[in-house]
Structure formats: structure tokens, C-alpha cells
Nanobody, 121 residues
Framework: QGQLAESGGGSVQAGGSLRLSCAAS?????MAWFRQAPGKEREGVATIVSDANTRYADSVKGRFTISRDNAKNTLYLQMNSLKPDDTATYYC??????????????????WGQGTQVTVSS
């Protein structure tokens, strides 16, 4: 099974940075980060197949970078210039098999337990 475990969340002031990690028990071709703020629906943040195949939500473009280390089966999310609106529980997700599709509207069948990110103003 593709078990996922996030780490790296925490509290930071606006303008600061955090790096989230997600360790997977196996290689999963399509991986993504989602987030859910209190009282809001879950939203996609970024997806990745490879460094040449990534997608970002408009709200995080230019501030967040998704990457992966396939040798370690680990997914990352580097978050810079954080804003209070980025406060949420962040989840990593995997889609396998991916059938050639990896976007935020895809169905993901592997999920982590979530890690909290809090950005104060």
C-alpha cells in the first residue's frame, strides 16, 4: 500500500518560509499537495509527475515549489512568502495508477494524515 506521512508543518509569521515533506512507502507517479482551512473546502495546491511536469494553484504560483526525490520516495513543498491565507492543514496525496493524468481535479487514492501550517500576520 502507498502509505504517506507528512512532516514539516508549524507556525510562522507572514513573509516566512516552511518546507513540508511527505514520505511514501513506495514510488507513486503522480503526487500532489492539497490543503484545507477551517470552514473551507479542500483545495489543490500543486501536483508533480517530474520536475518538467508540475502544476500550481494560482494562489501559490511564484511562492510555492513542489519537488520530489524519487530515490527517497519523498515529496516536498517549499513555501515562501507565506500569507495568513495559507493557514490550513496540508495533505499530500498520490494517484496510482495515474493513467497519464495528474492534476488537481484527478482522483487520488493515497492520502497522508495532514500537517498543520499556521501563518500569523
Amino acid at each position: 500500500q502507498g502509505q504517506l506521512a507528512e512532516s514539516g508543518g508549524g507556525s510562522v509569521q507572514a513573509g516566512g518560509s516552511l518546507r513540508l515533506s511527505c514520505a511514501a512507502s513506495k514510488y507513486i507517479t503522480c503526487m500532489a499537495w492539497f490543503r484545507q482551512a477551517p470552514g473551507k473546502e479542500r483545495e489543490g495546491v500543486a501536483t508533480i509527475v517530474s520536475d518538467a511536469n508540475t502544476r500550481y494553484a494560482d494562489s501559490v504560483k511564484g511562492r510555492f515549489t513542489i519537488s520530489r526525490d524519487n530515490a527517497k520516495n519523498t515529496l516536498y513543498l517549499q513555501m515562501n512568502s507565506l500569507k495568513p491565507d495559507d493557514t490550513a492543514t496540508y495533505y499530500c496525496a498520490g494517484r496510482g495508477p495515474w493513467y497519464g493524468r495528474c492534476d488537481m481535479e484527478s482522483t487520488y487514492n493515497y492520502w497522508g494524515q495532514g500537517t498543520q501550517v499556521t501563518v500569523s500576520s
